[in-house]
């Protein structure tokens, strides 16, 4: 009998990682290099179109990717979504909003007598296009980074011919974001544990003693990273073992359907 497919997630009080979803995705058995291809068509005829409805397909499409297929828990995709949603709809403020000392626009507010608040019907439906827009590219970046690790993106970018130092910087600079989340989430458990929180005034001195030490306990696990770098020899040049995995036609016939898809809501509802 097949084994049942289990989504996966964090246990709690675990730090966050990206890698953990990506090598536990049930689409990590996709070719790498169809998997960044597609994602980035998908973006890239999101932001060319300009189009609202394709923006919605992108999104609902990739979710489904991520969520359904690649087995991600909803709930936590959902979480990771809302921290891109809070930016968009702060950046848009200006752009659906404006401010004036004068009663102008579609529809007005006089705040507390001193200005008017005005916006019209044009400025929240091109606001609400751009916060669709965007999210519908990230929503194609997330099905990207959450069902591949990042030394499979590594080795598609090499194939690429990107350019040798982007490559090792961004990996470096990857992976010491993670060895400050994992540094920050001991920390602060450790602080937890001692009833470091259990008022606001013993909150804020945790809160400092975590923030003061987090950089210099940071710095000293990197230096340890490197160090084990050294001792296996590293020169310059990070290599990883690749896993052959070959390109199913299920899967181009997949993209192909879905990109003609957003060709043809464009087309009709442009």
């Known amino acids: 009998m097949k084994e049942k497919k289990k989504r996966f997630k964090h246990e709690h009080g675990s730090s966050f990682s990206v890698d953990y979803y990506a090598y536990a995705s049930h689409m990590r058995s996709w070719n790498a290099g169809f998997k960044v291809l597609f994602s980035i068509i998908s973006l890239l005829i999101c932001i060319a179109c300009n189009n609202l409805f ?3 397909a992108v999104i609902f499409f990739m979710g489904f990717l991520t969520v359904a297929v690649g087995g991600l828990d909803l709930h936590h995709y959902i979480t990771m979504l809302l921290v891109p949603i809070v930016f968009l709809i702060f950046g848009t403020i200006a752009i659906a909003i404006g401010f004036s000392m004068r009663p102008v626009g579609q529809y007005h507010v006089h705040f507390l007598n001193l200005f008017y608040i005005y916006w019209s019907k044009a400025s929240l439906l091109k606001a609400g296009g751009l916060v669709f827009k965007a999210l519908g590219a990230v929503s194609a970046l997330y099905m990207m980074t959450l069902t591949t690790p990042l030394s ?3 080795a598609v970018l090499r194939k690429a011919h990107i350019p040798k130092l982007i490559i090792e910087l961004m990996n470096m600079i990857y992976r010491y974001i993670f060895i400050m989340i994992d540094t920050h989430s001991r920390m602060k458990n450790s602080a937890e ?5 259990c008022d606001f005034k013993t909150s804020c001195y945790s809160f400092g003693q975590v923030a003061s ?3 210099v306990v940071s710095l000293k696990r990197g230096n ?3 160090n084990a770098l050294e001792a296996r020899c590293y020169d310059g040049d990070l290599r990883f073992l690749e896993e052959e995995k070959p390109l199913k036609a299920g899967q181009i016939v997949m993209a192909v ?3 003609v898809v957003l060709l ?3 087309f009709f509802t442009r």
């Open 152 to 154: 499979e993106i590594i």
């Open 193 to 197: 544990s001692r009833l470091g929180y």
């Open 213 to 215: 030490n987090l950089l």
């Open 224 to 226: 340890n990273y490197y």
């Open 54 to 56: 394709v923006s919605l």
């Open 264 to 266: 043809l809501i464009w």
């Open 257 to 259: 359907i879905f990109i």
